[in-house]
């Protein structure tokens, strides 16, 4: 190519950044002032505006301290504590409901993530069962562990201390775990006889114990320092008001103790112990990964770098048109009928 031909060559014109819409992905956005120092902008497509603030659509606070939150909660802080805690680190400024509105949202996501891995549970399992003061009542929470993984297999919060009770556990543990145990360690309590005999029959062999006088293999001591923990965390659930509530909480409790709370003794989580491969290594990946279904990942925080041609807006989401609001509200005033006038004066 001549010198020529080079030097009046039409430039090429060079990639330009855009933001991405936090709620329907399209690039057609435009800036849109800003508040307290926080850039916001609007989509032209969806007429929707956010700040870039790195939140999760319809949410003020960012991903980070709503996972900080969550965290500090399992970990035994009371919601006032939460509170002062965020205004300290952060400057933010939530009220307790929106706290316990995280937990209890982002709770039930863990949950629906966790379902489907199975660990690998050893043959030998302890069970127990404590007494938690729920809102002036007693619940009686029962568990049971891989005394191998120290990975929780099964919990069960009840009203009542029965043989059905045990049943469930067991039968709640075998189908986590895919299989059934050589044998389970308990204490004394007889609603343990009948109901690992329904759950497991003469396979399986049952083991009364106690904590620390049994010989070793046989104690029961490591579902009682579990108990222990747990009890530290229900201190601070004083507002609870119900059993469903109490099972959301105690749930996501165990969630995190064998997802993200690494154990002192093996010095990994349960859940690496037991063999699964979880995507999650802390809340805020959790919360991260909780925008809406059928939505694209993009904050408004992600900047790219493409050819202009590659940036067009998109303007279908989840197969349905996007209309803007303005010409759907036109075209709805366009189809009404012509008002009929009668007796006025001209």
């Known amino acids: ?22 709620y329907c992905g399209s690039r057609n956005v435009i800036r849109y002032g800003s508040f307290r120092g926080v850039q916001r902008f609007f989509c032209k497509d969806c007429q929707r505006k956010w700040a870039d603030n790195d939140a ?54 863990a949950l629906a993530e966790a379902e489907g891995y199975t660990p690998k549970a050893g043959d030998t399992w302890v069970a127990d069962e404590t007494v938690l003061r729920i809102d002036g009542g007693n619940l009686w929470f029962w568990d049971i562990i891989d005394s191998d993984t120290r990975f929780l297999l099964a ?24 299989k059934t145990p050589k044998v389970v ?19 399986t062999k049952h083991i009364p114990s106690k904590p620390f006088d049994a010989p070793p293999g046989q104690s029961t001591n490591r579902i009682e320092r579990f108990h222990g923990t747990l009890k530290a965390r229900t201190k601070v659930m004083r507002g609870l008001k119900g059993i469903k509530t109490a099972r959301l909480i105690t749930d996501g409790w165990l969630l995190h103790y064998n997802y993200f709370r690494p154990h002192e003794t093996l010095g990994k989580t349960p859940a690496k ?12 990946d959790i919360v991260a990964n909780g925008q809406k279904a059928g939505f694209k990942r993009a904050m408004a925080s992600e900047i ?37 006038l009668s007796g006025v004066r001209w």
Request: charged letters at 25%; a positive charge; glycine letters at 6%.
């Open 1 to 22: 190519m001549s010198y020529e031909s080079q030097v009046h060559k039409k430039p090429i014109k060079a990639p330009y950044f855009e933001v991405a819409c936090k």
């Open 56 to 109: 999760l659509p319809q949410m003020q606070t960012p991903v980070e301290q709503v996972g900080a939150a969550i965290g500090m909660y399992y970990e035994g802080q009371s919601l006032n504590s939460i509170r002062r805690l965020l205004t300290q680190i952060y400057g933010s400024y939530p009220s307790d409901s929106t706290v316990y509105r995280w937990v209890t949202r982002f709770t039930k996501k």
């Open 155 to 178: 919990s069960h919060v009840s009203r009542t201390r029965t043989a059905k009770d045990a049943q469930n556990l067991m039968e709640l543990a075998a189908a986590r775990a895919g």
């Open 185 to 203: 360690l308990t204490d004394k309590l007889s609603a343990y006889l009948d109901g690992i005999e329904f759950a497991f029959g003469s396979e």
């Open 273 to 284: 112990a037991a063999g699964l491969d979880f995507p999650y290594q802390d809340w805020k």
């Open 304 to 340: 790219i770098s493409l050819p202009r041609e590659a940036l067009q807006p998109t303007h279908t989401r989840s197969g349905f048109k996007i209309v803007p609001k303005k010409r759907a509200r036109a075209r709805k005033r366009s189809a009404r009928p012509a008002p009929v």
